[in-house]
């Protein structure tokens, strides 16, 4: 529970939606979804500490880097709940943020080259097609049956 200096500087949805540039609605959106969290005061009103405005802020730049609601909440495990978020863990962050992109980048790379071997081909065969059956490792041994 906040105590009385904390509660001064709670802040209303209206008061969070505007400082955050988003709508009521967003704010409520991603509370539904575990992304930030309120409480209720003595009036029992909803009210969001200041942290909870920088993780918005955080959600805001996850979103335009590409991440999913999903993986920015999973990004959000390991910040403590009690306070802003520090340079510091915005640094573990933005480096973990860093090493996905590039794992996407890598992936959309390899499908992109993937994709050249099926332009004018349409195939989308099982055995041939390697956007069709990305997994099939067993084509790294050559054509033909390997497993009997
Ligand atoms: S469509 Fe033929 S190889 Fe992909």
């Known amino acids: 529970m906040p105590d009385a200096k904390d509660r001064e ?7 969070i939606a505007r400082r955050s540039g988003l709508a009521v609605s967003a ?12 409480m209720r005061d003595w009036r029992n009103q909803r009210r969001f500490s200041r942290r909870e405005l920088r993780i918005l802020a955080l959600i805001k730049v996850a979103q335009r880097l590409g991440f999913t609601l999903e993986e920015i909440k999973d990004t959000f495990r390991d910040l403590p709940q009690k306070r802003v978020p520090s340079k510091s863990d915005w640094r573990k962050i933005s480096q973990a943020w860093k090493e996905a992109l590039q794992a996407k980048i890598e992936l959309a790379t390899t499908m992109r080259d993937q ?7 349409g195939c989308l065969s099982l055995k041939d097609c390697p956007l069709r059956n990305p997994e099939d490792a067993l084509s790294a041994q050559g054509p033909g049956a390997h497993l009997i």
């Open 9 to 15: 500087d709670l802040l209303t949805v209206g008061e």
């Open 27 to 38: 704010i409520h959106f991603y509370e539904a979804k575990g992304l930030i969290h309120g």
């Open 115 to 121: 994709l050249n071997l099926c332009i004018g081909c």
